[in-house]
C-alpha cells in the first residue's frame, strides 16, 4: 500500500494555507500506511540555505551546534528547532562545508535534506501524530509532497521514511517497490551518489538527481525512470520549483490528480483531494501509465 | 459522447428515497441498513449524500433497490452486486462493481482500474472512460464503457460481453476464454490468443441489445469490431515445451 500526496500551487494566495492542505490530504490516507509518515514543504525563497537535520536525542544534538557550526565553517549558522528536527540556516556558498561540519561534529544527528528553500520531516507514527509534532499545518510554501508508509522493503525507522531526499532541493516519495534498486545503487555509487539506508525508494531518487546532475530537466529524468528501474512504482517528485508524476507502464499501483486555476494536486486516492477548493469543478483524472507529467514556477 | 438515457430505476427520483449523508453517519450504517432490507421492502429508492472517495460503498446489495450516489467513491463501490440499480454520480475508484452478481451499476464519470473484475452478471456502464484492467477475469457480466478502456482490459476474460465505444489500450483480451469484446474505435495492440473475428449478424443483434440496455442512442452496432479468443492456447502444445 502506501499512500503519497502532492500540491504544486498556483495561485499565490494558497501559499499560507499549503502546510494546513497537505497535512489535510495525508491525514486522510493514514489507513494506506500506519508505519511512519513524512512531509517536505517548499517555502518562500530568503538569501539563506537550509539544512534540516534529524537526531534521535535532540536536546544533546542540537543545543550549541548554531554557535561550533558557525566557528566550524566561517558564516552566521541559525538553528530552528522542532521536536525531533531542526532547520539550519547558513550562507548558500557555505551549504556543503555546513553538511560536512555538521556529520563531524554530530556524528548521530542525520540529514533528512537540503537546498534553498525545502524543508523535510519524517517520523516513524501516523500522519496526524507527525503532522502534529513538526507544526506542518503552520507552513507556508508554493508546493510540497508527502508519504504515509506501509513498509514492504526495509525497515520501519525515521531513516527509512519517505520523502528521500538526494540533492538540493529535490525530493520524491514512492508507492510500489523496486526489484533492480541493487543494481542501480552499485551504479549510483561508483558515479559517487551518497546512500544513507537499504531502502529502494532512495535509490530512485537518487537515480533523478544523478540524472538531473548531468543535465535533464526533471521531465526528462522522469523518462529515464521508465527504462532504467524495474519494479511498480508511482513517483510524486519536487525540485526547487517543480513538481512532477510518473506511473510505471503496469500502473498498479492508485492515482489520481486534480487540477484547478489555483492548484495541480495528487492523491493515492480522490479522498485525499475531496477537500481542496473547488474540487467538485476541478479537472479530475487518472495519470496514464508510462506518462509522465510535469509543472514548473 | 453519445446520449444516455438512464436506465428505468436510476431515472426515478422517488421523493419518499431514504437519505443516507455519509457526512454525517458511518458507512458501516448505510451497507448495514441495505443489508438488512428483506424480500419486497418498500425502501427500494436511496440516496447517498458526500462520498467523498469512500471504499465500498453499497457492497453486497442483494435486493432490487435504486441506489443514487452524489458524488464520487473509492474501491469496489457496488461490490458483489445481486440485483440493486446503483448509480455513481461522480468517478469510481478501483474495482467498482467487482464480481457482480446481477443488477446494474451506472458510474457518470470516470472508473479506475479492474472495473467489472470477476463480474458474473448484470450490467455496468460507464459514461466516461475505464483506465487499466477493465473486465479483467469476467464471468459473464456485461460491460458498456461510453469511452476508453486502458490497458490489459479483459485479461483472461471467460464469458460475458465487454462494449467500448472509444478507444482500448495494449494488450487487450490476453488469454480471453470465451468473453465477446466489441470496440468501436482504435485497439492500441491484442493480447496473446486475442484476435478480430467476424461481426456476423447474431452478434449485431446482441450488441444493439446491449447497447439498448444501457440507454446508448446516435451509435449503431455495426461501427464495432468484434474481437474474442482464438483458442490456441486452450490446450498445450507440445511445440511449446521449450519456453517452459
Known amino acids: ?297 | 459522447m453519445p446520449a444516455i438515457n438512464l436506465s428505468k430505476a436510476g431515472r426515478e427520483q422517488s421523493h419518499a428515497s431514504r437519505v443516507f449523508d455519509l457526512a454525517e453517519m458511518s458507512l458501516r450504517e448505510l451497507n448495514q441498513a441495505l443489508h438488512d432490507l428483506a424480500p419486497g421492502s418498500n425502501e427500494t429508492a436511496w440516496e447517498v449524500l458526500h462520498p467523498r472517495g469512500s471504499h465500498s460503498v453499497a457492497v453486497g446489495v442483494d435486493q432490487p433497490v435504486a441506489i443514487d450516489v452524489r458524488g464520487s467513491v473509492g474501491y469496489y463501490c457496488g461490490g458483489m452486486n445481486d440485483g440493486g440499480t446503483i448509480t455513481v454520480h461522480g468517478s469510481a475508484g478501483p474495482g467498482v462493481g467487482e464480481n457482480m452478481m446481477s443488477g446494474q451499476i451506472i458510474v457518470k464519470g470516470d472508473a479506475s482500474q479492474y472495473a467489472g473484475a470477476t463480474g458474473r452478471g448484470g450490467l455496468l456502464v460507464i459514461e466516461g472512460n475505464a483506465s487499466s484492467r477493465c473486465g479483467i477475469s469476467m464471468k459473464g457480466i456485461d460491460i458498456v464503457v461510453h469511452g476508453n478502456i486502458g490497458h490489459m482490459s479483459a485479461f483472461m476474460a471467460q464469458s460475458g460481453n465487454l462494449v467500448v465505444l472509444g478507444d482500448a489500450g495494449d494488450a487487450l483480451g490476453d488469454s480471453i476464454y470465451e468473453a465477446r469484446l466489441f470496440v468501436r474505435g482504435k485497439v492500441e495492440s491484442l493480447g496473446a490468443d486475442c484476435i478480430a473475428k467476424e461481426m456476423r449478424p447474431e452478434y449485431l443483434e446482441l450488441l444493439q441489445g446491449l447497447l439498448d440496455r444501457a440507454g446508448v442512442t446516435g451509435v449503431k452496432a455495426a461501427e464495432f469490431k468484434r474481437y474474442g479468443s482464438a483458442r490456441t492456447l486452450y490446450n498445450f502444445n507440445i511445440d511449446n515445451a521449450d519456453a517452459y
Open chain 1, 1 to 297: 500500500m502506501c499512500g503519497i500526496v502532492g500540491l504544486f500551487l498556483k495561485d499565490k494566495s494558497l501559499e499560507p494555507q499549503l502546510g494546513a492542505m497537505l497535512s489535510e490530504m495525508l491525514i486522510s490516507l493514514s489507513d494506506r500506511g500506519p508505519d511512519s509518515a513524512g512531509i517536505a514543504i517548499y517555502g518562500a525563497s530568503s538569501n539563506e540555505a537550509k539544512i534540516t537535520i534529524q537526531s534521535a536525542k535532540p536536546e544533546h544534538d542540537f543545543r550549541g551546534l548554531d554557535a561550533e557550526l558557525a566557528k566550524a565553517i566561517g558564516a552566521p549558522v541559525s538553528i530552528a528547532a522542532k521536536s525531533t528536527h531542526a532547520v539550519v540556516r547558513t550562507t548558500p556558498a557555505k551549504i556543503d562545508e555546513a553538511r560536512e561540519a555538521i556529520q563531524a561534529l554530530r556524528p548521530d544527528i542525520r540529514i533528512m535534506g537540503a537546498g534553498d528553500v525545502v524543508e523535510i520531516y519524517k517520523e516513524v507514527g501516523l500522519p496526524e501524530a507527525v503532522v502534529d509534532r513538526f507544526g506542518v499545518r503552520e507552513m507556508t510554501g508554493t508546493h510540497g509532497i508527502g508519504h504515509t508508509r506501509m513498509a514492504t522493503e526495509s525497515a520501519v525507522t525515521t531513516m527509512g521514511a519517505h520523502p528521500f531526499s538526494t540533492g538540493a532541493d529535490q525530493c520524491l516519495v514512492h508507492n510500489g517497490s523496486l526489484s533492480n534498486h541493487n543494481n542501480v545503487r552499485r551504479e549510483l555509487i561508483r558515479e559517487g551518489m551518497i546512500f544513507e539506508t537499504e531502502n529502494d525508494t532512495e535509490v530512485a531518487a537518487a537515480y533523478l538527481s544523478s540524472q538531473m546532475a548531468h543535465g535533464k530537466n526533471l521531465g526528462e529524468a522522469l523518462e529515464g525512470t521508465l527504462s532504467d528501474l524495474d519494479g511498480f512504482f508511482t513517483f510524486v517528485v519536487g525540485t526547487k520549483n517543480g513538481f512532477g508524476v510518473v506511473r510505471d507502464p503496469i500502473a498498479c499501483k492508485p492515482a489520481v490528480m486534480a487540477e484547478t486555476d489555483q492548484y495541480v494536486a495528487f492523491g493515492s486516492e480522490y479522498r485525499a483531494l475531496t477537500k481542496l477548493p473547488g474540487i467538485d469543478n476541478a479537472k479530475v483524472w487518472e495519470p496514464e501509465p508510462a506518462t509522465v507529467y510535469f509543472w514548473e514556477h
